[in-house]
């Protein structure tokens, strides 16, 4: 990852994006996201327990105050739309429009955003599937969309399955390789390997580690 513009705003996104794949918030994520070492996202984690914005609990997970969920789901609202402007209106490649929407979030006024989600026809979702928070405050509605009834991870997925792809997780995104094979509403035939699941989609095969399956989620076609 490029040096970072803005990271505290960035760990307060992967905070509220582990909420959202249930995954347990801790320091070893924004280390291994941030691809900054522990010592530095130790620093991290106590100016923002010091500016109120986290707080930790006994098993040393990454709780956010009231004030640091506002400011997540502003950070994670602007990189969701960025997302759909980057690859609806600019052409960008679906596979590289995760990495450049994390330096797009940052230079986005609340008036831009606003703006941009009427033009962009006012969507709830990125075009990983991924929900778009906290749109009542560029005008929205004050709830997300729910999630499709029957979804799962792919790791869950049954033996030899056809299914569609509903959402690819924010932790998987940052897989090109991954995204260049997968989309989401995409049709895959699922098959479980020794160490993982294979795909087969329009793109071709593709091996993922049950790491990344469960950052994929799916229903049955």
Same mark, same amino acid.
């Given at each position: 990852?490029?040096? !970072?513009?803005?990271? #505290?705003?960035?760990?307060?996104?992967?905070? %509220? &994006?582990?909420?959202?794949?249930? /995954?347990?918030?801790?320091?070893?994520r924004l280390s291994e996201r941030l691809s900054r070492s522990a010592p530095t996202v130790s620093r991290m984690v106590e100016r923002m327990t010091r500016d109120g914005l986290v707080s930790t609990d006994?098993?040393? =997970? !990454? #709780?956010?105050?009231?004030?640091?969920?506002?400011?997540?789901?502003? /950070?994670?609202?602007? =990189?969701? %739309?960025?997302?759909?402007? %980057? $690859?609806?209106?600019?052409?960008?490649?679906?596979?590289?429009?995760?990495?450049?929407?994390? +330096?797009? +979030?940052?230079?986005?006024?609340?008036?831009?955003?606003?703006?941009?989600?009427?033009?962009?026809?006012?969507?709830?979702?990125?075009?990983?599937?991924?929900?778009?928070?906290?749109?009542?405050?560029?005008?929205?509605?004050?709830?997300?969309?729910?999630?499709?009834?029957?979804?799962?991870? %792919? *790791?869950?997925?049954?033996?030899?399955?056809?299914?569609?792809?509903?959402? #690819?997780? &924010?932790?998987?995104?940052?897989?090109?390789?991954?995204?260049?094979?997968?989309? *989401?509403?995409?049709?895959?035939? $699922? +098959?479980?390997?020794?160490?993982? /699941?294979? !795909?087969?989609? *329009?793109?071709?095969?593709?091996?993922?580690?049950?790491?990344? *399956?469960?950052?994929? =989620? $799916?229903?049955?076609?």
């Amino acid at each position: 990852m490029a040096e !970072l513009i803005d990271p #505290i705003g960035m760990s307060l996104r992967i905070i %509220l &994006e582990c909420e959202e794949d249930r /995954v347990p918030p801790i320091g070893a994520r924004l280390s291994e996201r941030l691809s900054r070492s522990a010592p530095t996202v130790s620093r991290m984690v106590e100016r923002m327990t010091r500016d109120g914005l986290v707080s930790t609990d006994p098993r040393r =997970h !990454l #709780i956010l105050s009231p004030r640091g969920r506002r400011q997540a789901t502003t /950070v994670l609202r602007k =990189h969701r %739309l960025a997302e759909v402007l %980057l $690859v609806r209106v600019l052409g960008v490649p679906y596979e590289h429009a995760h990495a450049e929407a994390d +330096q797009f +979030q940052h230079v986005m006024s609340e008036r831009a955003e606003a703006v941009l989600y009427e033009r962009l026809g006012r969507p709830g979702v990125s075009p990983y599937g991924n929900p778009i928070p906290g749109l009542s405050g560029i005008g929205g509605p004050r709830s997300a969309g729910r999630r499709p009834r029957g979804e799962h991870r %792919l *790791a869950d997925a049954a033996p030899v399955s056809r299914a569609v792809v509903t959402r #690819i997780c &924010e932790s998987a995104q940052e897989d090109a390789g991954l995204l260049h094979a997968l989309r *989401a509403g995409r049709d895959v035939e $699922v +098959q479980r390997a020794p160490d993982g /699941v294979l !795909l087969t989609a *329009a793109g071709g095969e593709v091996h993922l580690p049950y790491a990344l *399956a469960r950052a994929v =989620h $799916v229903v049955r076609a």
